[in-house]
């Protein structure tokens, strides 16, 4: 008999748990449907163009000074730019490492160079689209310039027909 009463108990707190959870699931689906359209509302755009907040030329020059003064290179400020504000950036350090003061193209290059910016530019001649291999290419010739050969070498050695260097025999004597 005890059992039987229990029953009607039993069914009441399943119906209850299951209302709950009803209206659980409408609520959590309603807040994200209002989060979704309050940033499309906005004008925002997409999640990932919500994140990319433009720096603008200024921002992106005051950000290549702070590298010229000896400044740590902010990776995730650099990563988070958007294509148009790494490409104002690109083409800035390479008007400042071709145009500014000699001491200050060194100081800026050892940054560079110290934070890996060369090796960024070495992979990204691997991929990309081809504006952006051009800038890097030269940002690597920038900062990485490639030493002639030294001028006595070629006193010592000629390039034969099929290209091979081949030492040049002189006779000690003759010059005597």
């Known amino acids: 008999m005890y059992l039987l009463s229990a029953v009607p108990f039993l069914w009441y707190m399943i119906g209850i748990f299951v209302i709950v959870e009803i209206l659980a699931l409408f609520f959590f689906y309603g807040l994200k449907k209002d989060f979704g359209h309050k940033g499309e509302k ?23 000074e702070r590298l010229r003064t000896g400044g740590e290179m902010d990776e995730t400020l650099i990563r ?3 294509p148009e504000d790494k490409a104002i950036f690109e083409v800035g350090l390479i008007d400042a490492l071709t145009k500014w003061p000699r001491e200050d193209q060194h100081r800026l290059r050892s940054t560079l160079i110290k934070n890996g910016y060369d090796e960024r530019c070495a992979r990204c001649l691997m991929r990309g689209d081809i ?20 001028p006595h070498d070629s006193d010592r050695f000629k390039r034969t027909h099929s290209g091979r260097l081949v030492p040049i025999v002189t006779n000690d004597a003759d010059e005597l």
């Open 42 to 64: 906005e004008g925002y755009g997409s999640k990932s163009t919500r994140m990319r907040k433009s720096l603008g030329r200024e921002g992106v020059l005051l950000e290549i």
């Open 80 to 82: 988070k730019m958007s």
């Open 131 to 150: 504006s952006n291999r051009v800038r890097a290419s030269t940002l690597l010739a920038l900062l990485r310039p490639q030493v002639p050969a030294r």
